[in-house]
């Protein structure tokens, strides 16, 4: 210790180049498995690279495909021929840009209820005028028996997308309407929508997470209300609002009211549809129109068809023969009436969302 402190400046020196030694040591460690990292980093580059130039066969037997320069001009124009087509899709899909529907805009949610409450109105009034039946117990509020049944209540929200459901259900109404063959049976059960305006997004963690749902604290399972199980619907591509149209009559109104729905120009699109037996009381309500139609269609109709669609015995015309044992008619199939569920979906195109700004270009 004595000699330590005699020779301190000359002790404390080597001690300084002892720890700078093997700081340097640590750090020539550090440094060689830096490089080491690099060089593992370079040569998996290198290999990736040899790899995209020697190309890869997508097909055996096939040439391997290379990221040469004319790969990469083919590629480029693939890219444009898809976004062509998608572009074509985008309009065939939208369908006509005048026959849209498109919802008004609101300022307040009073308007709005006043505006659903004239249409229910008016369409009950088209019914009655055009000798159509609605459920005598309960008739159909057309989507709408939130607000109708709810004296004081009215859309809190999304008062456009509402409206526009009303025009959607205002142009399925007449086209219904006029798909009825003269004096056929009738009757307007309900048409049903998603109650949009009660949508809110899904939470992370929770099933169907990042879509659209019903609130649970305002839908109250309305009769008229319903969530689409089956769409056309695609996230960021394509959206639907959907419409269940339920209605009691024969097979040609059906026919002729998908048919209009089809050619309308319109985006529309039919995603289900579900037939039914009518049920005893329907057909009980429906039976003055019913019988009419059957003593119309008797007059009508010529002898030599039997009575395929009628349960009562053929006359023959006058001056004709009587037919025989043998010529007799059998009824094939009774015409009745059935029960019809027509979902309907009204398609749309998201808006494109403007490009992010790339880093560091400054913002317009």
């Not at 391997?64 to 065939?92: F, M, P, Q, T, Y």
Request: proline share 7%.
């Amino acid at each position: 210790m004595q000699n330590f402190k005699k020779n301190l400046g000359f002790n404390l020196l080597l001690i300084a180049l002892a720890v700078a030694f093997v700081a340097g040591c640590a750090f020539a460690f550090l440094a060689y498995r830096g490089g080491h990292s690099s060089d593992l980093l370079l040569q998996r580059a290198h290999k990736d690279q040899s790899a995209l130039l020697q190309g890869h066969a997508f097909v055996p037997g096939e040439p391997a495909i290379s990221l040469n320069e004319d790969n990469v001009a083919k590629a480029a124009e693939d890219v444009k021929a898809l976004e062509a087509h998608l572009g074509s899709l985008r309009v065939a899909i939208s369908g006509n840009p005048e026959l849209a529907i498109k919802g008004k805009p609101f300022a307040n949610s009073a308007e709005l209820s006043a505006l659903l409450r004239e249409s229910v109105d008016g369409w009950r009034k088209l019914a009655a005028d055009s000798g159509i039946k609605l459920s005598p117990s309960d008739p159909t509020a057309f989507g709408f028996h939130r607000y109708i049944h709810n004296q004081g209540t009215s859309p809190k929200r999304e008062f456009q997308k509402v409206d526009q459901q009303r025009q959607i259900i205002d142009f399925l109404v007449r086209q219904l309407v006029d798909s009825r063959p003269a004096g056929s049976p009738l009757l307007i059960e309900s048409i049903d929508r998603e109650p949009v305006e009660t949508f809110v997004l899904i939470p992370e963690g929770k099933p169907g997470a990042g879509t659209y749902g019903p609130e649970p604290d305002t839908s109250r399972n309305e009769t008229d209300e319903f969530v689409a199980a089956r769409t056309f619907d695609r996230r960021d591509l394509v959206e639907t609002t959907s419409f269940r149209v339920r209605f009691v009559a024969y097979t040609p109104t059906l026919r002729t009211f998908v048919n209009k729905v089809r050619n309308s120009g319109r985006p529309f699109a039919i995603s289900s549809i579900d037939v039914g037996v009518s049920t005893p009381e329907v057909q009980k309500l429906l039976s003055s129109s019913t019988a009419s139609l059957a003593a119309a269609s008797n007059a009508a109709a010529p002898s030599v068809l039997g009575n395929f669609f009628r349960d009562d015995p053929v006359i023959p015309a006058s001056g004709a023969k009587s037919a025989s044992t043998e010529d007799k008619r059998v009824l094939v199939v009774p015409r009745k009436l059935s029960t019809f569920v027509v979902q309907v979906d009204y398609l749309s195109i998201p808006e494109e969302k403007p490009a992010a700004p790339a880093e560091g270009e400054p913002k317009k």
